[in-house]
């Protein structure tokens, strides 16, 4: 099969897979690329491989960067432009379930896409257009089928993160597993208590925002893989009631997914739950924040207090999930009340505490802090205004 119209991201690295032609080696566009390609979805990174070894590569090539070079990848500086070339590989056993114990270069375009995880993705193009596809994979394709490439165990064995990344695809495609693929899988879940969870984050992370993340998840779910991720076991029940959302409602952060997910999940510690999931601390008080909101909002409605605690855009990332579980929203009402606020943060204040110590004799201390709250939140409540007269009266009117 040819492409019929090369995509404009292929088109501007044309000249890197010429050159190395040109040096005598072989050159092909891979791996997903090439499958958002004949899918007529965006391509993001555009990946190449070659037989050429790395130290060849960088004889081609004028600007390099050796970004992975005990992997064979080397970085090409190609005018704006930075592109990853990938040196032809086999791998040796996996000795964690993630990492080959070896490397081994090669000259051979099969022997390198025999290490692919799943047919769609395991698809070469070569600078004419010409699909390059070895294990029917546009048979699967077409037929909307992720299937392991070769056996399916041993893909899995290889490489225990692929389990996830099954989902995801399933959840970014909408894709159905193969039947053996999915065995394998479902027999193989336990591996991914030996992956780091940070990459296991991402798996799911993209999972939970892709565009068919109920399909993902349902078969996340189906595996029971939940069981080997933290603080996840025994919990499908509850994951299941995240199908309750709004049918086509999709997930517009990742701050507000893994809210969804914790309030589902009944998380009550969400800071120590996220810290199992080794996110930022940043992330966890965001997601934090939108299950402080929504708890807020099962009350009713938000006061100017409640407003002040938090970003709009968090206040309306809350509603909007609100939304989607079926209960009543306002976002205009909580738009109205943030944007009433005197001010958003304490520091626009018109007085602090080296003031109420200078020129009202406080004593540095928790009175301090608590007058500094008081005046704070009645300024935010709107019974005092932010004005220094207007403080000054309110403290000589409170002694």
Known sequence: MRLTQMPSEFQKALPVL?????????????????????LNRPIHDVDIA????????????????????????VLVLEGEEEY???????????????????VSF?????????????????????????????????????????????????????????IMRGFRFQASLGFELETETFKAMKVLTPLLEKI???????????????????VGLSSMIESQAYDYLPDM???????????????????????????ALLWALEVEDAQQFLKHW??????????????????????????????????????????????????????????????????????EMQINGDILIKEYGYQPGPELGDVLDEIEYAIVDGVLENDRQAIHDYLRGRK
């Open 18 to 38: 010429e050159k190395i032609k040109e040096a005598g080696f072989e050159a092909y566009f891979v791996g997903g690329s090439v499958r958002d390609a004949l």
């Open 50 to 73: 070659t037989s050429s070894y790395p130290e060849e590569t960088k004889q081609i090539f004028s600007r390099t960067v050796d970004i992975g070079i005990e992997h064979g990848t």
């Open 84 to 102: 990853e070339v990938t040196t032809f590989r086999t791998e040796d056993v996996y000795v964690d379930y993630r990492r080959p114990s070896a």
């Open 106 to 162: 090669v000259r051979s375009l099969e022997e390198d896409l025999k290490r692919r995880d799943f047919t769609v993705n395991a698809f070469a193009l070569d600078e004419t257009g010409e699909i390059v596809d070895l294990f029917d994979g546009l048979k699967d394709l077409e037929n909307q089928i992720l299937r392991a490439v070769g056996v399916a165990s041993e893909r899995f064995n290889e490489d225990a993160l692929r």
């Open 196 to 214: 780091s969870i940070e990459r296991t984050f991402v798996e799911f992370d993209k999972l939970l925002l892709a565009p068919y993340w109920r």
């Open 233 to 259: 076991a025994g919990s499908q029940d509850k994951l299941q009631s995240l199908f309750d959302l709004e049918d086509n409602f999709t997930f517009e952060s990742s701050e507000q997914a893994w809210a």
């Open 278 to 347: 080794k996110t930022s601390r940043q992330f966890a008080k965001q997601v934090q924040d939108l299950l402080t909101i929504l708890s807020l909002r099962e009350g009713g409605a938000l006061s100017k207090r409640d407003c002040y605690q938090f970003n709009l855009d968090s206040l309306l990332q809350a509603e909007n999930l609100r939304k989607a579980q079926g209960k009543e929203v306002n976002p205009q009402a909580i738009t109205e009340t943030y944007e009433s606020l005197t001010f958003h943060d304490k520091k």
